[in-house]
T-cell receptor, first 114, second 113 residues
């Protein structure tokens, strides 16, 4: 158990819908990262927040957005869902924001878009 | 830009045999290198990391990895594989001024008895 929690574990929804994925970082970690894992793209970095502020952006679609709240939990919002958005979405957290920081991963949310 | 190549998609080894998983990276400066393991239905667990210093690093579960700058490699090794090591292994690179991890495509390890 990494100490990072993600809810829900599974999510099944239809195309065009909007969903919210939630992540609670390890106690004391200020940085939260979101990754998408799919069969064709592998593990791709989406976005990072540090202490409530967006710190880095990766291959995140405009239909996707995220935020980190004062209690440091984070939410990833996916809208106008397409079949290709079906994937495993991971949240990770670290104490620092640098590239050397060890990232601890949650168990993931499996999103299925039908 | 950083990139990571794991040339082997699948590897099968016998239980008790030694293991080496290959990882090559591309990065202009000194990289931060990581190996993660993902068991089916689970998140990623950090096995070990290299930042600087001794090029042979020890990790959890009996794994070790060796950083070779001249070959841009960071191969993962284990002297004797156990059936519970069957999983997918990911090599990743981080950058000092970057924040994200860039992952390789992963290597699926199968262990036969």
């Amino acid at each position: 158990d990494s100490g990072v929690t993600q809810t829900p574990k599974h999510l099944i929804t239809a195309t065009g819908q909007r969903v919210t994925l939630r992540c609670s970082p390890r106690s004391g970690d200020l940085s939260v990262y979101w990754y998408q894992q799919s069969l064709d793209q592998g593990l791709q970095f989406l976005i990072q927040y540090y202490n409530g502020e967006e710190r880095a952006k990766g291959n995140i679609l405009e239909r996707f957005s995220a935020q980190q709240f004062p209690d440091l939990h984070s939410e990833l919002n996916l809208s106008s869902l397409e079949l290709g958005d079906s994937a495993l979405y991971f949240c990770a957290s670290s104490v620092e924001a640098s590239g050397s920081a060890e990232q601890y991963f949650g168990p993931g949310t499996r999103l299925t878009v039908t | 830009a950083q990139s990571v190549t794991q040339p082997d998609i699948h590897i099968t080894v016998s239980e008790g045999a030694s293991l080496e998983l290959r990882c090559n990276y591309s990065y202009g400066a000194t990289p931060y290198l990581f190996w993660y393991v993902q068991s089916p239905g689970q998140g990623l667990q950090l096995l070990l990391k290299y930042f600087s210093g001794d090029t042979l690093v020890q990790g959890i579960k009996g794994f070790e990895a060796e950083f070779k700058r001249s070959q841009s490699s960071f191969n993962l090794r284990k002297p004797s594989v156990h059936w519970s090591d069957a999983a997918e292994y990911f090599c990743a690179v981080g950058a000092l001024r970057g924040n994200k991890l860039v992952f390789g495509a992963g290597t699926i390890l199968r262990v036969k008895s």
